[in-house]
């Protein structure tokens, strides 16, 4: 799946020689290895994949070239083929990591007494797969970042009917009126509750659904990969591309295709 997203290397030396190139293979599962053990890059030399060097040029390379995003966006087109992508219900959460290295789209984090942090909002559909991600400073409200989330989307969304709305579940952070407006002005009907209050109505009706959960399992689908776990990426780019390869993968397991 990744192969055909990769960008053609260019022999730039002025004979055509130079030493033997590493096979993509090779720096694609030595990236796998750090995004999956969150070790350091320099980890890798103590490994059979490859030179921590090599791999991280690579994946420069690959990161300019959006290769990671459009791994998670052919991802969500395999899952739409075979399971279908539910634009019933959709889900967005907020969470934060740390990030004590600092960098762009980083901020003070209110809950570990003012550290660098970084928050992440995602969005997801139905099954809980996510389709929209953007990162900002931790000191972000949630409630700030819905509109960059919404248009963050890596598939196209099909437009809401009358006889088949789309829902937006969210939780009491996003009760503002700000929210509403945004949500009105993109098509989606919101359906936000406290966590009291949804507690009490799936006591109170039989067969009820909470529809949030499933974002909130993603988060967790997502820290799995432990490098995502604490942001130790200075550029905004590079942690997005880790956190796009992790989508990608998430999708294609859900797809059943991993």
């Known amino acids: 799946m990744l192969q055909p997203l990769l960008p053609v290397h260019v022999n730039t030396h002025c004979f055509g020689g130079g030493r033997p190139r590493i096979p993509d ?53 395999q899952f739409d083929e075979l399971c279908g992508i539910e634009w019933d219900w959709l889900a967005m959460d907020g969470a934060m990591t740390k990030a004590p290295l600092g960098g762009d789209k980083t901020g003070p984090n209110p809950t570990d007494r003012g550290k660098s942090g970084v928050k992440r909002s995602l969005l997801t559909e139905g099954h809980g797969v996510p389709i929209g991600l953007t990162v900002e400073g931790a000191n972000r409200h949630d409630m700030k970042l819905v509109r960059a989330t919404i248009e963050s989307l890596v598939v196209v969304r099909p437009e809401p009917i009358k006889e088949r709305l789309q829902g ?22 919101a359906h936000v509750r406290s966590r009291g209050e949804e507690a009490r109505a799936i006591k109170r009706e039989a067969g009820f659904k909470a529809r949030r959960w499933v974002v909130e399992r993603a988060h967790s689908w997502m820290n799995r990969f432990r490098r995502l776990l604490i942001r130790w990426e200075k550029k905004p780019a590079n942690y997005l591309a880790f956190l796009h390869f992790a989508c990608g993968l998430i999708a294609f397991r859900a797809a059943g295709l991993l």
């Open 25 to 77: 293979r090779h720096c694609a599962e030595a990236i796998f290895y750090v995004l999956r053990t969150g070790c350091q890059w320099q980890a890798l030399d103590q490994t059979e994949l490859c030179a921590h060097s090599t791999a991280h040029d690579r994946f420069q390379v690959w990161v300019e070239a959006g290769v990671f995003l459009k791994l998670w966006q052919t991802g969500l087109e």
């Open 168 to 189: 937006m579940c969210l939780d009491k952070g996003y009760d503002y009126d700000e929210v509403y407006a945004i949500l009105q002005e993109f098509g989606f009907t």
